[in-house]
């Protein structure tokens, strides 16, 4: 089955930096691969996904990279705010509609 | 449009009590999912649902874990009997599934289930 590795497991940057979030995963047959943000106390909530027909997609100050050769994938947060600071899961498929989250990275944007 | 609806928000139960979480799909979404997110084991998919049938339930811990969609707009994940370590938060998700296509999930707020 899929498996996914995300790091880092938590990540402190300066308002106003960049932060990127790194993710590897073992099934070269998955084509979806969705970011999503969850705050204390709520569900994830998608932030921003990407299909394996492409290679990069922005929205805002949010992007995500994949390299299907290499099987990983990178969400880039620009211009980091506080409200910015969650956890952020990336996931993969398994199948037709399954998805395989990683481990989470708890991001802290200190003002 | 209202979001993935969970209740209860929070459960506490004693060990051996019957638990029942419940969850109601965005109107129009053909799956549901049902997931299970712990400290140590992170967000497990349990089991999901297409068109109210159960697809794949490979998730689901054991036999005490039992789950039905009796109609496209309520979804119940039950344990019977609760143990400690059961004790998580269970999400409930939705999406609208297109053949050969995964699409978004959108995930309710959760059940913070405690069993003691």
């Known amino acids: 089955g899929e498996n996914v590795e995300q790091h880092p497991s938590t990540l402190s940057v300066q308002e106003g930096d960049s932060a990127v979030i790194k993710c590897t995963y073992s099934?070269?047959?998955?084509?979806?691969f969705p970011w999503y943000k969850q705050e204390l106390g709520k569900g994830p909530q998608l932030i921003i996904d990407i299909r394996s027909n492409v290679g990069e997609k922005k929205d805002q100050r949010i992007a995500v990279t994949l390299n299907k050769t290499a099987k990983h994938f990178s969400l880039h947060i620009t211009e980091t705010q506080p409200e910015d600071s969650a956890v952020y899961f990336c996931a993969a498929t398994q199948g037709a509609q399954k998805l395989v989250f990683g481990q989470g990275t708890r991001l802290t944007i200190n003002p | 449009d209202a979001g993935v609806i969970q209740s209860p928000r929070h459960e506490v139960t004693e060990m051996g009590q019957e638990v029942t979480l419940r969850c109601k799909p965005i109107?129009?979404?053909?799956?549901l999912f049902w997931y299970r997110q712990t400290m140590m084991r992170g967000l497990e998919l349990l089991i999901y649902?297409?068109?109210?049938?159960?697809?794949?339930d490979s998730g689901m811990p054991e036999d005490r874990f039992s789950a039905k969609m009796p109609n496209a707009s309520f979804s119940t994940l039950k344990i019977q009997p609760s143990e400690p370590r059961d004790s998580a938060v269970y999400f409930c998700a939705s999406s609208l599934a297109m053949a050969r296509r995964t699409d978004t999930q959108y995930f309710g707020p959760g059940t913070r289930l405690t069993v003691l």
């Open positions: 099934d070269s047959a998955s084509n979806y």
């Open positions: 649902f297409n068109n109210n049938v159960p697809i794949d």
């Open positions: 109107s129009g979404h053909n799956s």
